[in-house]
């Protein structure tokens, strides 16, 4: 690395939101370079993408490139309760903006992709490097970035954080919201030789919801499958032994995970995540905005994460952009891509929140295409949030949530469990 370069934008971190972010500013027009502490490839989970993440990738320019690598195809997502013993299968729906089919991406090869895009469409990549330092001033900032043991200082006229559960620039002047009840445990590891669903289901997603908490189970191509356990706190508190046994355990008492696994081999190590729901403030600064991981991270059940990464960097992007023609960097230049990435998110943190409540969950698992409630559910799950729903499906929405409530009040009635699983 040279003892000091400048660039228009500096982006810390490599991931799907700062490899996108970076690669739209390259094509349009800016000298961007990009710091990534990682070599890839590696190890990541949020695996499993959205319809509309296809737009995205389209509008990229690298949606050649991704389905070119031939992962695996999901047309649905299976949604199972142990306690009801009741299953439903959503497929996405045709006549949408976006397609019918998404992926399963295994991200040691998505995210490469991505980054590899970001370089050809002109983004100088330091990698594996880490940024320890990040000062602003008047007219731009000074990064301090570590090489080989080895740092060098550089400039930038706009800095964008894309650092992920770190927050390096967006943590060092704000805060941490954690999410009320959502800081959940999660293990998970990938796994060869486990049963596969026939035809055109291959690739669905499903989700299995036991009492403990639930489990997702996305399938690769290749005979790989990711297989994760997201607990209840109250699963965990106070539990002794290993994390292996926990993981062994939680898999002996949901029946669909444990047949399925049935003569499965694991294949990697298994890995841990903890307390993983929360929102960061501020998420833009003078000279600054933050994407991806590092405005929120939210509970995976709706394999909603790569989708606000990439969805988040192409409106950040777009502010930078006019942020550059106008020559204005300060705070409230950025306030319309805050507020149109909550407004894309929030959707996806109520649907979160009412999943996890036993009421909502027995509508959910036994939808009825009535008032367009279907359709709205399908929307959101597809990533049409930050769209902007129509009224209609708004409504349709609503009316969900309060059919939700009445259930609640008849489950009480005849002695079936109401409280809400976010408090376990």
């Not at 927050?167 to 959940?184: E, I, S």
Request: hydrophobic residues 45%; proline residues 4%; aromatic residues 12%.
């Amino acid at each position: 690395m040279p003892t000091a370069r400048s660039h228009d934008v500096i982006v810390i971190g490599g991931g799907p939101a700062g490899a996108s972010t970076a690669a739209f500013l390259a094509r349009g027009g800016l000298d961007v370079g990009l710091v990534e502490r990682e070599a890839f490839p590696r190890f990541h989970v949020g695996e499993s993408l959205i319809p509309a993440t296809l737009n995205v990738l389209e509008r990229l320019g690298a949606r050649e490139a991704v389905e070119a690598r031939g992962f695996q195809i999901k047309y649905g997502a299976r949604f199972t309760d142990q306690e009801s013993d009741c299953e439903y299968t959503f497929y996405f729906l045709e006549g949408k903006a976006w397609p019918v089919y998404s992926y399963q991406v295994r991200r040691a090869d998505f995210d490469a992709v991505l980054l590899d895009h970001a370089r050809k469409s002109g983004v100088r990549v330091y990698q594996p490097s880490t940024v320890t330092a990040c000062a602003f001033d008047s007219a731009g900032a000074s990064v301090t970035v570590v090489e080989d043991s080895v740092a060098a200082s550089m400039r930038a006229r706009f800095v964008v954080d894309a650092s992920g559960r770190e927050g390096l620039v967006t943590l060092r002047g704000g805060h941490r919201r954690r999410l009320p009840n959502l800081g959940k445990v999660a293990l998970f590891a990938h796994f060869r030789g486990a049963e596969r669903l026939p035809g055109r289901d291959e690739g669905n997603i499903q989700i299995h919801v036991f009492e403990d908490g639930w489990f997702w189970w996305i399938p690769f191509a290749g005979d790989l499958t990711s297989v994760g356990c997201v607990m209840h706190a109250r699963t965990v508190r106070g539990r002794e032994g290993d994390l292996e046994g926990l993981f062994a355990d939680m898999v002996r008492r949901c029946r669909r995970v444990a047949s399925a696994l049935d003569g499965a081999e694991r294949v990697t190590p298994l890995h841990r995540a903890a307390n993983f729901s929360y929102e960061n403030h501020p998420i833009v600064g003078a000279r600054f905005v933050a994407v991806g991981d590092a405005v929120a991270f939210v509970d995976p059940i709706f394999s909603g994460g790569v989708h606000i990464a990439l969805q988040s960097g192409e409106l950040a992007a777009q502010a930078i952009l006019a942020a550059f023609a106008s020559n204005e960097f300060g705070a409230a230049r950025f306030a319309a891509y805050e507020r149109a990435l909550r407004r894309g998110i929030t959707p996806f943190f109520r649907m979160i929140f009412k999943y996890y409540d036993p009421s909502f969950l027995a509508l959910f698992v036994n939808p009825r295409p009535h008032f367009g409630m279907m359709e709205a559910v399908l929307t959101l799950l597809a990533g049409g949030a930050f769209l902007g729903m129509p009224w209609r499906l708004r409504g349709a929405l609503e009316l969900l949530f309060l059919l939700s409530r009445i259930k609640a009040w008849t489950r009480r009635r005849t002695g079936l469990p109401v409280e809400s699983r976010l408090e376990w």
